[in-house]
């Protein structure tokens, strides 16, 4: 909610300090209501109770009756004094024996029951265990309350005491909480009229108070806005007085520390601003407090978003570091950020924030890039790696035939020429490596020139391909049989391009298809045009390329399957080479590959539609 923004009155003080008020008062009345409700009740129950209770005469005469040994004549007796008893509130009573047989009821129009044994069990209990049971109970048939009592019948022959009965009564207690809830009636009313009484003198009373606390409020959101030339009215000297005297002071005191802090804070942005480092302070929790636009660059962050969380989020250090790790130990860390798609690795020097007494406020961190430099002594050492490691393999090869011709193998006809071969076969394949290598060396330095040429893509491809459908018929050496499908655009695409490199490119491509391609295989192979390029695309059914490895071949030396390409006489150099080629011609190549499904090389030039006109003018 903005500060400025008018308050309704269901949202004031006012209205809070006067619903305070009346809820007190209510809550008040509602707790002494509820003991007087309560007490109410309980005394109007026992005093019904007394009134349904049975006269002494009355038991007495029962209990007689049921000790008569005949048995319908002391019906007829229980019979004529059930119809004396006269209750308005008794609903009906019965008289069982202590066998359970139902011996007179006063309910004329149930009369039925006389005679049956009872099938209620408290009243067995009761007959059991001579005591007075008492309770309450709602017959949901016609929706009323009734209490019920069931009082033993004591027949005393000398020192011997004996059950002979039970009295059951069962009355109406309808109107006994009829009486009651209309008393609870005029009560809530009579809470709810004094309730807004309440309510509306503590309005008046509360305007008096907030009318002070609205002007300095009003006050504090110019002070906010940064006009400190209103003054807080003093209604009294007492604690509100004093407090509209603070505001002043306040106001006063802020417009000085506004001054100079905002001087402070332009030099602080101004320095900020202009640094080619990334630069990120924290509080003393080490939760971000600035962060220049450099290090929202570097770390791929919106600053708003980042101010207070905390630096090991913000540099993902969670896992291997504490705040207290950074606080206590300012070395240089080495953060690397690369994801799948991007590769940034920086490096952060963290210095303390502190002040003169020593208490540590805040770190400041200063970040880096070095991807570059990594990037590039990455290469370099891999690079060195593989060279020596490609090298030595033909080398240590050639040296062990050598010397074995040298110690005599050279004599044995048969033996000689095939270690002459595999020595040929090492030095070319040494040869072809270093060919290779100095095509990227010339490549990498800008030394390659293309010899760019206007050549129909259509019929280059298909020549290519013609070559290896010849392949198909003699014996190229893989001892594989396969087919080459050709699914080309009718239109003629003419594109400007170094016919020798292209087609080096998808001699490769081509190589490597038919290399991992399974026997009996087929090799699809497309030329389609879109808006602004010419898209060739290579496919194959072999078992493609694991999911990890698919941005890394096109690196240098880099094999999926290095047992296998070696053998197969592969230098590891004709992908890099080929992406190398396709982007001196500002074109993409990438790979689409699923492990176990095949691969597909796809290559993306330029190209630019030439209309006929065109050509009459260079004819």
Avoid at 312 to 323: C, G, M, P, S, V
Wanted: proline letters at 2%; aromatic letters at 8%; glycine letters at 6%.
């Amino acid at each position: 909610m903005k500060m400025n923004q008018k308050i309704r009155f269901f949202r004031s003080i006012q209205f809070k300090i006067a619903l305070i008020f009346t809820l007190l008062i209510l809550i008040t009345l509602e707790i002494v209501g509820a003991y007087f409700v309560r007490q109410l009740e309980q005394q109007n129950l026992d005093t019904f109770k007394q009134q349904v209770q049975l006269p002494t005469y009355v038991t007495n005469s029962i209990t007689k009756d049921l000790a008569n040994p005949d048995v319908s004549a002391g019906n007829k007796d229980i019979k004529k004094i059930l119809e004396d008893v006269s209750n308005s509130s008794i609903t009906e009573i019965r008289v069982i024996d202590n066998k359970g047989t139902i011996r007179g009821s006063s309910d004329f129009n149930n009369q039925t029951v006389v005679g049956q044994k009872t099938t209620d069990a408290t009243i067995k209990q009761v007959l059991y265990t001579p005591k007075t049971f008492e309770k309450k109970i709602y017959d949901e048939s016609n929706d009323k309350r009734y209490y019920v009592s069931i009082v033993p019948l004591v027949n005393t022959s000398g020192n011997a005491t004996t059950t002979v009965g039970v009295t059951y009564v069962k009355a109406n207690l309808e109107n006994l909480y009829s009486n009651i809830n209309d008393i609870t009636v005029i009560f809530v009313t009579a809470s709810l009229f004094a309730a807004i009484l309440v309510l509306l003198i503590t309005i008046v009373i509360s305007r008096a108070i907030t009318r002070p606390i609205d002007e300095m409020k009003k006050q504090t959101i110019r002070i906010s806005r940064g006009d400190y030339s209103g003054k807080v009215r003093v209604y009294s000297n007492d604690e509100l007085g004093q407090l509209a005297d603070a505001v002043n002071n306040l106001s006063v005191r802020v417009e000085e520390a506004q001054e100079s802090s905002e001087a402070e804070r332009r030099r602080l942005d101004s320095v900020l601003s202009h640094m080619t480092d990334g630069v990120i302070a924290t509080d003393r929790r080490g939760n971000v407090i600035i962060m220049n636009e450099s290090a929202s660059t570097l770390l791929d962050q919106n600053e708003d978003d980042s101010i207070g969380k905390s630096i090991l989020d913000i540099l993902d250090l969670r896992n291997q570091y504490t705040l207290r790790d950074l606080l206590e130990n300012q070395d240089e860390i080495m953060i690397d950020l690369s994801d799948v798609e991007h590769e940034q690795i920086l490096n952060a020097y963290f210095s303390l924030i502190q002040r003169e007494s020593g208490f540590i406020s805040g770190l400041v961190c200063v970040l880096h890039d070095v991807t570059e430099q990594q990037k590039i002594e990455r290469e370099r050492e891999s690079f060195v790696s593989n060279v020596s490691h490609e090298l030595r393999t033909p080398l240590t090869s050639m040296k062990s035939y050598i010397e074995a011709l040298n110690d005599g193998a050279w004599k044995d006809p048969e033996v000689a020429p095939g270690f002459l071969k595999v020595t040929q076969n090492e030095t070319e394949r040494m040869m072809r490596m270093i060919n290779d290598l100095l095509n990227l060396s010339r490549m990498d330095s800008g030394t390659s020139k293309l010899e760019l040429e206007l050549v129909n893509l259509n019929e280059l491809f298909g020549y290519v391909l013609d070559r290896f459908d010849m392949m198909i018929n003699t014996d190229d050496g893989t001892g594989k049989k396969y087919t080459i499908k050709r699914d080309f655009t009718k239109r003629d695409l003419w594109v400007e391009l170094d016919t020798d490199k292209i087609v080096q490119v998808i001699d490769n491509i081509m190589n490597n298809a038919i290399k991992y391609s399974p026997d009996g295989g087929e090799i699809t192979c497309r030329l389609l045009e879109t808006h602004k390029h010419v898209i060739l695309s290579i496919s194959d059914e072999g078992l493609g390329v694991p999911k990890k490895d698919l941005t890394h071949i096109f690196d240098r030396f880099f094999r999926v399957d290095k047992a296998r390409s070696r053998a197969q006489g592969g230098t590891g150099l004709g992908l890099a080479i080929s992406k190398e080629v396709i982007e001196m011609h500002k074109g993409k190549i990438w790979l689409d590959s699923s492990e176990g499904k095949g691969s597909t090389f796809y290559i993306s030039l330029p190209y630019e539609s030439y209309e006929e006109d065109l050509w009459d003018e260079i004819e």
